[in-house]
């Protein structure tokens, strides 16, 4: 319990008015006083008496909302005590948005009541929500009491994400395809060749039991090339290079924040499509791969809270990705120096698809073998990528038909 702003005024003007009735003989200073005094003591003692009991229990709809989305906080909040409340005020911790402030009317003894507010999800992020503090004022505001109720909760704003066209599938080889029941779901398509004689060594999952029973010896599929539907996510988080918002003003991480946005939107790309995914930040992060379609909302959510890092390198993270890369490369940065474009072209040589999303202004910078998508904030990325990897897709190869023994095998 503490006395407000006026009741700091009041209390000052108690030893000043005692002083002037005295010094002028003023009775009636000396009356206002003592009934200034007094009603400061009657309203310490009325707050005291009127501190509330409350049961408070908040509900966050939705919890994980996309930027721009609109998101509720209701407070359920009931009197547990034996006395009717006072008018409650409610001051609501959201962060780095400030304080939410909302008042109840009295409730009496048992009685619930709900109050609502719109939680701001203007800026990507882990918002914390509470401690909420309960405050109750006497009739003429000289006395606050004030308790906190510590039940906390966390928002997760995500990034933005825009739809983006199918990544062209990417040939290489896959060097952990069939090692786990993970890589082998939905993370190969191979284009079948031919029907051959089964040697030591082969898949026996591969053998074709029809041909074999045919022409009385085993034979297996024998496949090109496969082709990888993988994707590799990096992101460059490091201060400097577009992450501080040198483009479009200082503090602004405007191209910092268009570079999580775009990473967002392949990881949601490849959760559409059944694929597998991995995520890799300069920072040291490395969620390995994954199927994003169980395991992209952890992703996104990992995307959410990244932040600016001083302690990150590019190319630490270039020779973190594998000495055997394959797959897809997406490299989302704001800003890459010629010498980094030179280390980035260099480390990343191993993935049959490179693409490089440029969010800083300045144009697209030319790296010959890779697609590079220049977004500056100017057109949406969806209209940016379908222009920029449209452009990149490889035609789709032919099936080839095998023959066997003067069998034709399609």
């Known amino acids: 319990m503490r006395l407000t702003r006026a009741g700091l005024v009041a209390l000052v003007a108690v030893p000043v008015l005692a002083l002037l009735a ?12 003592a009934a200034v005094l007094a009603g400061a ?33 209701q407070l359920a909040v009931r009197n547990v ?77 995500l990034p933005r994400t825009w739809p983006l066209a199918p990544l062209p599938r990417a040939a290489g080889d896959e060097p952990e395809h069939g090692t786990r029941v993970l890589t082998s779901t939905s993370t190969v398509d191979e284009e079948f060749a031919a029907m051959r004689p089964y040697t030591v060594g082969d898949d026996i999952r591969r053998i074709h039991w029809r041909t074999t029973a045919r022409v009385g010896e085993p034979v297996v599929r024998q496949y090109d090339q496969p082709w990888q539907r993988r994707t590799t996510v990096l992101l460059d988080v490091r201060r400097g290079s577009g992450a501080d918002g040198s483009d479009t003003g200082a503090g602004t991480g405007a191209a910092f924040e268009r570079a999580v946005s775009a990473a967002a939107s392949v990881v949601r790309l490849a959760t559409e499509r059944h694929e597998i995914v991995r995520l890799v930040t300069t920072d040291g992060l490395d969620s390995g791969f994954v199927a994003a379609e ?37 490299t989302c940065a704001g800003h890459l120096e010629h010498g980094e474009l030179e280390g980035w072209s260099r480390g990343t040589r191993g993935f049959g698809l490179r693409v490089l999303v440029c969010t800083a202004a300045g144009g697209a910078p030319r790296l010959p073998g890779a697609t590079v998508v220049a977004w500056d904030g100017d057109l949406p990325l969806t209209d940016v990528w379908a222009a920029a990897v449209g452009a990149a897709a490889p035609p789709t190869p032919r099936r080839p038909v095998g023959r066997l023994g003067g069998i034709t095998v399609p």
């Open 294 to 330: 169980g395991r992209g909302d952890e992703l996104l959510d990992r995307l959410a809270a990244v932040q600016p890092s001083p302690r990150s390198s590019l190319a630490a993270s270039l020779g973190h990705l594998g000495t055997r890369p394959s797959g897809r490369l997406v």
């Open 22 to 33: 005295w010094m002028f003989g003023q009775p009636e200073l000396a009356v206002a006083a």
């Open 41 to 73: 003591s009657g309203s310490a003692l009325l707050v005291a008496r009127s501190r509330p009991e409350l049961d408070l229990r908040r509900t966050v709809r939705p919890s994980r909302v996309a930027l721009g989305e609109p998101c509720q906080v």
């Open 81 to 157: 005590g034996r006395n009717r409340t006072a008018v409650l005020g409610l001051r609501d911790d959201v962060g780095r948005f400030g304080e939410a402030s909302l008042h109840l009317a009295p409730l009496p003894r048992g009685a619930s009541r709900d109050a609502t507010y719109s939680f701001p999800t203007h800026r990507r992020g882990l918002h914390p929500v509470g401690p909420l503090t309960v405050e109750v004022e006497d009739p003429f505001g000289l006395v606050r009491s004030s308790q906190q109720l510590t039940d906390t909760r966390t928002v997760i704003v």
